[in-house]
């Protein structure tokens, strides 16, 4: 018999009911050092005073109001983000999946109003995530997503990762544009280097065509700056956000040029929830932990903390653990053993890891993990090589 919850995910046996900073306690009162933070979303931990307060206060005062009206909390946060990005203007969505759609309609009616309405397509990389719409796995391509669900939206042309003259041979009179993770999440924590980002945004100007970033996942705080692309010094045209801008509060946006932007009027794009008041309650305490002074500089420590401790235990664990990739902290270890062994003994030692693809587990903890926190991390994480070593030997 079908479960009462559509039966989509693979779930660990585990039923978290409270949440602490980086800590979630178990329903039999174990506590979890959270270095997964619901895949990078819960981007200041769980319960975080601050957006407790915020939400609070908001949900006392208005909940929801359509985007028939102006909505002053909305307002607020797409002036933050406005002010702290290359954006000119935010359309805020309740998830990355609803920012790659509006990224994709953005990007083609651009060009419809350019007069090159034959400009419709997209080139994206193999590894790719952009989430699970009709768009988002036309976008990404692979067969693990996409099979069973055709006819797929088309316009997508999918290239090898890495691959320059690939890319350069793809591009057209057809090409509308160029989507790519900065860092690939899902595609195993594998960083775009910034002289392939510096020469993608060369490769769109060069061309006539637009640059979309997806930091659905790299960004927010997480690589040590607010946005993953600036460490490259390049600016996108379009920039699909979600996961860590509401803290564990659904919520997505769509950043833009003025430019790129041009295209989307009154009555071409809406969503019922996206821009709620409470959600952008959040989004703006968020903005305001992230942004404040000296926040990204103790991410970027934290980072070099974990990360030379992560390079000690690959030394130590060699059958376990084979290297450590990333930037900040959005750290992935390629393991030498199963990822998934990895992940299950973490459970055993009480330390939530999340698998990614190419044998990796990803570590995203709270962007403000205590240095104590870290240091428990990387005792724990030791506690699991053991296991895993223990149990190949
Ligand atoms: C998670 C993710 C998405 C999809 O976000 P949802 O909120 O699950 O729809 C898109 N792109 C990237 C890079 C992601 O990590």
Redesign the pocket.
């Known amino acids: 018999m079908i479960p009462a919850i559509l039966p989509t995910y693979n779930r660990a046996p585990l039923n978290f009911v409270k949440g602490e900073g980086t800590w979630l306690i178990e329903a039999d009162g174990r506590r979890f050092l959270d270095l997964g933070a619901g ?1 990078a979303v819960n981007a200041l931990g769980h319960a975080h005073p601050g957006l407790v307060a915020a939400l609070t206060a908001q949900a006392e005062t208005l909940w929801h109001v359509s985007n028939l009206y102006h909505i002053g909390p909305q307002e607020k946060l797409a002036e933050m983000l406005v002010a702290a990005t290359f954006a000119d203007t935010v359309f805020f969505t309740n ?3 609803e920012s ?1 759609e509006l990224a994709v309609k953005m990007a083609r009616k651009y060009f419809f109003d350019a007069g090159q309405p034959e400009r419709v397509e997209i080139l994206t990389f193999s590894g790719s ?4 719409s009709a768009a988002g796995i036309a976008a990404a391509g692979s067969e693990k997503m996409t099979h069973g669900f055709g006819p797929l939206l088309p316009g997508f042309r999918h290239l090898p990762f890495g691959n320059h003259e690939a890319l350069q041979g793809a591009i057209d009179d057809r090409t509308a544009a160029i989507l790519v ?1 900065p860092i690939q ?2 595609g195993g924590i594998l960083p775009l280097p910034d002289v392939c980002l510096k020469g993608l945004r060369e490769l769109c100007d060069a061309n006539g065509i637009l640059l979309i970033l ?1 930091e ?2 790299c960004g927010m705080g997480r690589t040590g700056k607010l946005f993953a692309h600036e460490w490259a010094g390049i600016a996108p045209d379009i920039m ?1 956000v ?2 860590g801008i509401g803290g564990g509060f659904p919520l ?1 946006a769509v950043l833009a040029t003025e430019d790129a932007a041009s295209g989307m009027t009154a009555g071409t794009h809406g969503s019922t929830y996206g821009g709620n008041p409470l959600a952008c309650a959040v989004g703006c305490a968020v903005m305001e932990a992230v942004t404040a002074p000296g926040f990204l500089e103790e991410v970027t420590a934290r980072a070099g903390q974990f990360r030379q401790g992560l390079e000690g235990l690959v030394a130590e664990y060699p059958s376990v653990f084979s290297a450590v990739r990333g930037s900040g902290l959005m750290l992935g270890i390629v393991c030498a053993a199963p990822n998934m062994d990895v992940v299950n003994a973490g459970y055993g030692a009480e330390v939530l890891m999340v698998p990614a693809a190419d044998n990796v587990v990803r570590l995203l903890p709270p962007l403000n993990i205590s240095e104590a926190e870290v240091a428990e991390a990387l005792s724990r994480l030791r506690a699991t090589a053991e296991t895993v070593q223990a149990h190949a030997a």
């Open positions: 895949i998830s990355g999946t790659c995530f952009h989430g699970r993770e999440g899902e997806d659905v996942q699909m979600a996961k997505g």
